[in-house]
């Protein structure tokens, strides 16, 4: 008897050792999954009541389909893909029906989506009539050679794949065509102040440069994936392409390390190699998720950019570093208990 009471204390202090506790759990719960709508001087002072309910409505429904997906035993690329699905289709966010304007006055749409698995991923840039741009993404990856198609040939290619092709009127939004005039008219004030005629080669207005939705996720598997769509830059010129649709600079997964989600001025997460360069140091410099991406979004800063970006280890660790005054963003934990936040944490 006193040896089989022996092996049961023994038993029960393996088990009390090895077994999180409800309090470790909730100081460190276990994220499927994290968005963002995009980064930039976001402040409750300019914000109503009923905007900001607007956002939250649609980032809670954002997550909500991306955590069905997951809950349903299916893969990350497919919550990824229900996620951000969602924010397409709101006028809110800089991506699908919400579109910026480019200087000619189009709507020109990226999207990118990445299999930390397989390491395949697909992309699009510069597309005009596809209504859910992060959908043509999976199209290219899943259906196709490639990694990356663009403008004409890359709406063919979807219109041949079976997807929706809408009229450009579709993504035309009031506010974001007064968002485009207010930028053309700085743009002849500072042309005119110049008198160098090199308007075209201005520097974009604070907050013309963000906007994005991206979605990272983790599945039953242990599958990561990352995805982002985006409209771009307001006033954009010559057929410019940010990072979203870039693999390694604004989408990257590897199940490996991480998966990433980027905002904020391409050209400089672009030229940062920012995605990738988070599960570098991950990898090669034995870092974890929070320093990595603080890392990164601190070079990028350094460079004279801005923006954020969304993170979730092979752990279900999440981390959502941004250098703005906000960042729309959301999570969810494996248990079902969504987060959304919109403004920048006060300072202790």
């Known amino acids: 008897m006193k040896s089989t009471h022996i092996i049961l204390l023994t038993l029960i202090s393996i088990l009390?050792?090895?077994?999180?506790?409800?309090?470790?759990?909730?100081?460190?719960?276990?994220?499927?999954?994290?968005?963002?709508?995009?980064?930039?001087?976001?402040?409750?002072?300019?914000?109503?009541?009923?905007?900001?309910?607007?956002?939250?409505?649609?980032?809670?429904?954002?997550?909500?389909?991306?955590?069905?997906?997951?809950?349903?035993?299916?893969?990350?690329?497919?919550a990824v893909e229900a996620a951000i699905y969602v924010m397409e289709d709101s006028p809110l966010f800089n991506a699908g029906k919400g579109a910026v304007f480019t200087n000619q006055g189009k709507n020109e749409l990226d999207a990118a989506i990445m299999d930390g698995g397989t390491l395949k991923a697909g992309a699009v840039a510069g597309v005009t009539t596809i209504r859910n741009p992060i959908v043509a993404a999976r199209a290219v990856m899943d259906k196709s050679e490639h990694v990356m198609m663009v403008g004409k040939g890359a709406e063919e290619f979807a219109r041949q794949a079976g997807l929706t092709i809408v009229d450009p009127q579709y993504f035309w939004t009031k506010a974001r065509w007064d968002g485009l005039q207010r930028a053309l008219e700085r743009d002849k004030e500072r042309m005119e102040l110049d008198h160098d005629d090199q308007q075209a080669f201005l520097p974009p207005y604070k907050d013309e440069k963000f906007g994005t939705v991206g979605c990272v996720a983790l599945d039953k598997a242990g599958n990561l994936a990352a995805g982002t769509s985006t409209g771009g830059m307001t006033n954009k010129k010559f057929g410019r392409v940010g990072d979203a649709p870039i693999i390694g600079a604004g989408t990257y997964a590897n199940n490996a390390t991480v998966a990433i989600s980027c905002t904020g001025w391409g050209e400089f997460f672009i030229r940062a190699v920012a995605a990738y360069n988070v599960?570098?140091?991950?990898?090669?410099?034995?870092?974890?998720?929070?320093?990595?991406?603080?890392?990164v979004i601190a070079e990028i800063g350094k460079m004279g950019g801005d923006g954020g970006m969304i993170a979730i280890d092979k752990n279900g660790e999440v981390a959502m570093p941004f250098n703005t005054e906000g960042m729309y963003r959301g999570t969810v934990t494996a248990d079902g208990k969504i987060t959304v936040e919109i403004y920048k944490e006060p300072k202790n």
Do not use: C, F, W
């Open 279 to 295: 599960s570098a140091k991950m990898q090669y410099g034995k870092m974890d998720v929070h320093q990595a991406s603080k890392e």
């Open 16 to 78: 009390m050792n090895t077994i999180p506790t409800q309090a470790q759990n909730a100081q460190n719960p276990k994220y499927v999954l994290a968005i963002h709508g995009g980064a930039g001087t976001i402040l409750k002072k300019n914000m109503t009541d009923s905007l900001e309910k607007a956002y939250i409505d649609v980032l809670t429904a954002s997550l909500q389909a991306g955590y069905a997906v997951i809950q349903e035993g299916r893969s990350s690329l497919d």
